[in-house]
T-cell receptor, first 113, second 112 residues
Framework: GQQVMQIPQYQHVQEGEDFTTYCNSS?????IQWYKQRPGGHPVFLIQ?????EVKKQKRLTFQFGEAKKNSSLHITATQTTDVGTYFC?????????????FGTGTRLTIIP | DGGITQSPKYLFRKEGQNVTLSCEQN?????MYWYRQDPGQGLRLIYY???????QKGDIAEGYSVSREKKESFPLTVTSAQKNPTAFYLC???????????FGPGTRLTVL
């Protein structure tokens, strides 16, 4: 079936370094959503992008939706220990007539103080 | 105070027993979902429901069952047929199939 993949699976960075995770879909998406799951917690919605080429910022986080609406990225500038967690992208995909939000495989970010 | 609740937070069961996990939302959302998450892994969809009295199998429905008799409630039963039930179970709801999902705090099930 159609999938949403993320790379890298894991990322270890020194505190203060930048971090980027990439999300790729096998099909064009009407929108892309990003979620963050802290260790031991549950996923929390961060943002939704809808337009081709759209860029949105939340403080140190920059989200981008590709021109073809098949890929997206999340970039964190100057990481802090509070950024630790797993970041998931999610896109609406129709498989065999069933429409649902499909989550990516996730990127786990760990910060080295 | 609107939200989605799951109970209990931790659950222990003996092998061979069925167990039902609770999920309630007061967000007036039509769609509800159950996910399974194993340590260090992503979210795998078990079942979802887009409307009351209707639900569909997700990617890993074998050994699980659900009901959606009320809009607010979407309980998940882990049956004895589920070969490896120990996991973190997350319930979520959304206004529609493509809208942002709100997750409950999760239930950690351990089968001994």
């Amino acid at each position: 079936g159609q999938q949403v993949m993320q790379i890298p699976q894991y990322q270890h960075v020194q505190e203060g370094e930048d971090f980027t995770t990439y999300c790729n879909s096998s099909t064009t998406l009407s929108n892309i959503q990003w979620y963050k799951q802290r260790p031991g917690g549950h996923p929390v919605f961060l943002i939704q992008l809808v337009k081709s080429g759209e860029v949105k910022k939340q403080k140190r986080l920059t989200f981008q939706f590709g021109e073809a609406k098949k890929n997206s990225s999340l970039h964190i500038t100057a990481t802090q220990t509070t950024d630790v967690g797993t970041y998931f992208c999610a896109g609406p995909i129709s498989n065999f007539g069933n429409e649902k939000l499909t989550f990516g495989t996730g990127t786990r970010l760990t910060i080295i103080p | 105070d609107g939200g989605i609740t799951q109970s209990p937070k931790y659950l222990f069961r003996k092998e061979g027993q069925n167990v039902t996990l609770s999920c309630e939302q007061n967000l007036n959302h039509d769609a509800m979902y159950w996910y399974r998450q194993d340590p260090g892994q992503g979210l795998r969809l078990i079942y979802y429901s887009q409307i009351v009295n209707d639900f569909q199998k997700g990617d890993i429905a074998e050994g699980y069952s659900v009901s959606r008799e009320k809009k607010e409630s979407f309980p998940l039963t882990v049956t004895s047929a589920q070969k490896n039930p120990t996991a973190f179970y997350l319930c979520a709801s959304s206004r529609g199939s493509y809208n942002e999902q709100f997750f409950g705090p999760g239930t950690r099930l351990t089968v001994l």
